[in-house]
């Protein structure tokens, strides 16, 4: 299974933000293990960097964190197709609608989120982390 991983989930993993944290981190782990294979937008690295950061107040954190997604994770271009592509979805949110067009010129099997209300209309179906977690240990 291929899929691309919301920001969220993974600040949840890398935060441990409770409750979530437990789910996030057994999607990692079935990725790590090669059941699944992950995917982040590269817009999502600049957030993960800025967020960790202003979170932990440590530029070295922050670092580590980026380092640690570009070892485990595929990271889908965002070019000028995908952001117009993005662009003709219509989404509220802009960076939602980049997250679909990279699942979809990438022909991901699946969007992880735990916003999926964020993804209202897409054309790539939305997932939980803990549902992508069933499926790969089934």
Do not use: W
């Not at 990279?102 to 989120?113: E, P």
């Amino acid at each position: 299974m291929k899929v691309l991983i919301d920001t969220n989930i993974l600040l949840d993993a890398l935060l441990e933000r409770e409750p979530f944290v437990r789910d996030a981190k057994l999607l990692l782990e079935s990725i790590d293990a090669g059941r699944a294979i992950g995917y982040v937008s590269a817009t999502t690295l600049t957030d993960i960097f800025y967020i960790v950061r202003r979170h932990t107040k440590s530029v070295s954190t922050a670092t580590q964190a980026i380092a640690q997604i570009l070892t485990s994770l595929e990271i889908c271009t965002v070019d000028r197709s995908t952001l117009e592509q993005a662009f003709t979805l219509n989404l509220k949110d802009f960076e939602d609608a980049i997250q679909i067009a990279c699942a979809m010129s990438q022909k991901l099997d699946a969007i992880v989120t735990r916003d999926a209300k964020d993804f209202i209309g897409s054309r790539v179906p939305i997932l939980s982390a803990r549902e992508v977690s069933d499926r790969c240990t089934t």
